[in-house]
């Protein structure tokens, strides 16, 4: 339990997260994995993408799809991303979603 006055329950809540490797995770999972990462992400670099690929190698179940412009609200922005075009109302990716549905279809057998 965190000491209120010494800390934020947002703060107790990213201290909890710093031991928390969600790729190494994922790797005990027993169900397929769709993994997907905008290019265009202020706050989940592209790069990261790799960290999820090494944790994941021998699972053959697990896709990866990448946008170049979605940014972290899933957003395609033009602009590079800063995370002020958040304040701007934006739709989730269409071909995310296209996507999304496809990857159920697949894994549910009805591709």
Same mark, same amino acid.
Not at 38 to 44: F, I, K, R, Y
């Given at each position: 339990?965190?000491?209120?006055?010494?800390? #934020?329950?947002? =703060?107790?809540?990213?201290?909890? @997260?710093?031991? $928390?490797?969600?790729?190494?995770?994922?790797? &005990?999972?027993?169900?397929?994995? /769709?993994? @997907?990462?905008?290019?265009?992400?202020?706050? !989940?670099? !592209? &790069?990261? /993408?790799? =960290?999820?690929?090494?944790? /994941?190698?021998?699972?053959? &179940? *697990?896709? $990866?799809?990448?946008?170049?412009?979605?940014?972290?609200? @899933?957003?395609? !922005?033009?602009?590079?991303?800063? =995370?002020?075009?958040?304040? *701007?109302?934006?739709?989730?990716? #269409? @071909?995310?979603?296209?996507? /999304?549905?496809?990857? *159920?279809?697949?894994?549910?057998?009805? #591709?």
């Amino acid at each position: 339990m965190f000491n209120e006055t010494k800390q #934020s329950p947002i =703060g107790y809540w990213w201290a909890d @997260l710093r031991n $928390y490797y969600t790729a190494e995770e994922a790797k &005990d999972q027993k169900v397929p994995l /769709l993994i @997907l990462q905008g290019e265009n992400d202020a706050q !989940v670099h !592209v &790069d990261q /993408l790799q =960290g999820w690929k090494d944790a /994941l190698t021998g699972r053959d &179940d *697990v896709e $990866y799809l990448q946008y170049p412009k979605m940014n972290h609200f @899933l957003v395609e !922005v033009e602009q590079t991303s800063t =995370g002020t075009e958040y304040e *701007v109302p934006g739709n989730v990716s #269409s @071909l995310l979603i296209h996507d /999304l549905a496809e990857w *159920v279809k697949k894994i549910a057998g009805h #591709s």
